[in-house]
Nanobody, 122 residues
Framework: QVQIVESGGGLVQPGGSLRLSCAASGSIFSVETMGWYRQAQGKQRELVAYTAASGSTPYYTDSVKGRFAVSKDNAKNTVYLQMNNLKPEDTAVYYC???????????????WGQGTQVTVSS
């Protein structure tokens, strides 16, 4: 069983900043990727950013490049999303995503956080 706890959402004015945190715990043997998705009202969930255990360059969707930064603490299975210069179109529920396995022999699995609301409005 894996638990994911997110924090850091809220209401911010355009041009402001927020930092989201996501901590995973439980039966985790290894993590392949940790990242963030978002879902705006009436729209499909989209991938925002993720970081890989391999240390390769993080991925960002085009609309957040240069404004968002994803980072991780491997020892704590924690991932962060620093969001700067926020825009109204960034308003959405942000979900943490974990791609992991519980043993060296197990299949890789997905786990999701409960979501945290980010609202960008004046």
């Amino acid at each position: 069983q894996v638990q994911i706890v997110e924090s850091g959402g809220g209401l911010v004015q355009p041009g402001g900043s927020l930092r989201l945190s996501c901590a995973a715990s439980g039966s985790i043997f290894s993590v392949e990727t940790m990242g963030w998705y978002r879902q705006a009202q009436g729209k499909q969930r989209e991938l925002v950013a993720y970081t890989a255990a391999s240390g390769s360059t993080p991925y960002y969707t085009d609309s957040v490049k240069g404004r968002f930064a994803v980072s991780k603490d491997n020892a704590k299975n924690t991932v962060y999303l620093q969001m700067n210069n926020l825009k109204p179109e960034d308003t959405a529920v942000y979900y943490c995503h974990l791609y992991y396995r519980i043993s060296a022999d197990s299949v890789w699995s997905d786990s999701w956080g409960q979501g945290t609301q980010v609202t960008v409005s004046s």
